[in-house]
């Protein structure tokens, strides 16, 4: 089944380890997107990117990288994990960047920084 | 700054229509969009609205007034399995988008 997705689905961790959520799409879409969604709040964009190669900044990189070396593949790394990281973090792909599509999403990772 | 408000949370009866409000204060507008999220699970697309006037999907219908900064969901014939979020999200002058954080609807039978 074609779509998005995301490992690992929930994980705990200590504080100041390092820690990779790896993120797989097979609809060719050029647009990658990663989120972090704390209750109470909206979806907030931590990085992005518009196409294989390129990579930006959203609301919210402090603490996180991300790299794209491919069309599919979209990592989010936290290189030293603090409590505040605690989230549910979500992929996302659209065909092309620009909001000129709708989003879809993998089924999120639940991360836990102790 | 920028924000989006929408009501925490609201409740309605299986098989009655419920609206769901959405204002905006955005850096620019490039487009609204409703999304739909089940607990525990990732949200996906309703609607988008970037021209005034309503857009009508089956159940589903969406408004946008962009004078009034203002948007909303409209459900009818309510079901069960419309228990959920309703994502209200505008795109700003950086195409980011800003999202609302979330109207949870409790549909009783």
């Known amino acids: 089944i074609a779509g998005i997705t995301q490992a690992p689905t929930s994980q705990i961790l200590a504080a100041g380890r390092r820690m990779t959520l790896r993120c797989t799409q097979d609809m060719r879409h050029n647009a990658m997107y990663w989120y972090r969604q704390d209750l109470g709040l909206g979806l907030r964009l931590i990085h992005y990117?518009?196409?294989?190669?390129?990579?930006g900044k959203g609301e919210v990189p402090d603490g996180y990288s991300v790299s794209r070396a491919n069309t599919d593949d979209f990592p989010l790394t936290l290189a030293s994990a603090v409590p505040s990281q605690t989230s549910v973090y979500f992929c996302?792909?659209?065909?092309?960047?620009?909001?000129?599509?709708?989003?879809?999403f993998g089924e999120g990772s639940r991360l836990t920084v102790l | 700054g920028q924000n989006i408000d929408q009501p925490t949370e609201m409740t309605a009866t299986e098989g009655a229509i419920v609206q769901i409000n959405c204002t905006y204060q955005t850096s620019g507008f490039n487009g609204l969009f409703w999304y739909q999220q089940h607990a525990g699970e990732a949200p996906t697309f309703l609607s988008y609205n970037v021209l005034d006037g309503l857009e009508e999907k089956g159940r589903f219908s969406s408004f946008l007034s962009r004078s009034k900064g203002y948007s909303y969901l409209l459900l009818k014939e309510l079901q069960m399995k419309d228990s959920a979020s309703y994502l209200c999200?505008?795109?700003?002058?950086?195409?980011?988008?800003?999202w609302g954080a979330g109207t949870k609807l409790i549909i009783k039978p």
């Open positions: 990117s518009n196409t294989a190669g390129t990579t």
């Open positions: 999200a505008v795109g700003d002058s950086n195409y980011q988008l800003i």
């Open positions: 996302a792909s659209s065909l092309t960047g620009g909001l000129t599509g709708e989003l879809f």
